[in-house]
């Protein structure tokens, strides 16, 4: 059994652009239920259906499995409706072994740019770069299964939560 902890930051400033290169990712929702999804992603040439569970705090049920990336296109353009796309910034941390995923959104979810890292266990602490503005982990808004159907454009400014 595959297990996720992860916390998740929104960016400030423009410094971690030059750390790493882009990988642009489309990435859909084949069903949401009660905190659990079934997606599908084509990150760069690879493709893949994850299915998570709901969180427990920092900790969900994770399972991820390649697919062809003409069958992932496939389900994005005829099972997904409403689609997340962005470009992925891999940065690794501080802590050896460990990484930041920085997400850059375009379409109705830009400006928007979060900072992920999955850590080992919920314990383990993270030296946070210059670059880490607030935490947004427990903010459900922030979930990409929820950017999907309620886009970043559609909420920040009315709610001055930028």
Request: net charge negative; proline share 5%; charged share 30%.
């Amino acid at each position: 059994m595959s297990l996720e902890i992860e916390r998740k930051f929104l960016v400030k400033g423009e410094a971690w652009r030059v750390l790493a290169e882009p990988v642009r990712i489309r990435q859909g929702y084949v069903a949401t239920k009660d905190g659990t999804t079934v997606r599908v992603r084509v990150a760069g040439d690879v493709a893949f259906i994850t299915l998570k569970d709901h969180a427990v705090g920092l900790v969900r049920h994770e399972f991820e499995y390649s697919i062809p990336p003409a069958d992932a296109e496939a389900i994005l353009d005829t099972m997904c409706g409403d689609l997340v796309e962005k470009n992925r910034y891999r940065i690794l941390a501080a802590e050896p072994g460990l990484a930041w995923e920085v997400d850059e959104y375009f379409g109705a979810n830009a400006p928007l740019v979060t900072a992920e890292i999955e850590l080992p266990d919920e314990k383990t602490v993270v030296a946070l770069p210059e670059w880490i503005g607030r935490e947004v982990t427990d903010d459900h808004r922030y979930k990409n299964n929820n950017l999907a159907v309620n886009p970043f454009s559609e909420w920040y400014e009315k709610e001055g939560t930028k």
